[in-house]
T-cell receptor, first 117, second 114 residues
């Protein structure tokens, strides 16, 4: 069965610090997709990024960057110069192939990030 | 504005009562999903639907039921058979069930059963 592990349950940093959220996954599929979502205190999950298994290029979007390494089955997320508005729970997810060609998302348990002023 | 609507935001029910949570999307997405989130936990899939009049059980379907009579709507009923119904319920939609499409989420309904 596919699995996503976010070993860091909670992280607390001071504003302007860099922070990395770890995500390790397990899958037997050769084609799969990885995702990161942000859940602010309001509760709604916000999509951040999708990465397919054939694209190992790192991605940067503003203060956010993602490091995908198939060799270690990791898809880590770094926030540079963190801000209070980054405080949220962050979820890593893996698409899991089903019979009939459909997929479903398997979520990690999330990492709660608190950025203190 | 396109998006997913869930209502109500907070819902209170007495034990033994069925309750229906609504989910509507105007994104023209084919696939829709229901998840349950408990404190400190990730999201667990209850039901999902790829097209109208078709839906599949997820990992924790016992005690829940759904319908998909319209493309835009995917209501979830929490029945009295669900042993621990108090939770945060999230509805999501995507263009399809394959191809790694990202899912878009609604604001959620927090259900409390006493």
């Amino acid at each position: 069965a596919q699995k996503v592990t976010q070993a860091q349950t909670e992280i607390s940093v001071v504003e302007k610090e860099d922070v990395t959220l770890d995500c390790v996954y397990e899958t037997r599929d050769t084609t799969y997709y990885l995702f990161w979502y942000k859940q602010p205190p309001s509760g709604e999950l916000v999509f951040l990024i999708r990465r397919n298994s054939f694209d190992e290029q790192n991605e940067i979007s503003g203060r956010y960057s993602w490091n995908f390494q198939k060799s270690t089955s990791s898809f880590n997320f770094t926030i540079t110069a963190s801000q209070v508005v980054d405080s949220a729970v962050y979820f890593c997810a893996l698409s899991e192939a089903q019979r009939g060609g459909s997929e479903k998302l398997v979520f990690g348990k999330g990492t709660k990030l608190t950025v203190n002023p | 504005d396109g998006g997913i609507t869930q209502s109500p935001k907070y819902l209170f029910r007495k034990e033994g009562q069925n309750v229906t949570l609504s989910c509507e999307q105007n994104l023209n997405h084919d696939a829709m999903y229901w998840y349950r989130q408990d404190p400190g936990q990730g999201l667990r899939l209850i039901y999902y639907s790829q097209i109208v009049n078709d839906f599949q059980k997820g990992d924790i379907a016992e005690g829940y039921s759904v319908s998909r009579e319209k493309k835009e709507s995917f209501p979830l009923t929490v029945t009295s058979a669900q042993k621990n119904p108090t939770a945060f319920y999230l509805c999501a939609s995507s263009f399809g069930l394959a191809g790694g499409y990202e899912q878009y989420f609604g604001p959620g309904t927090r259900l409390t059963v006493t």
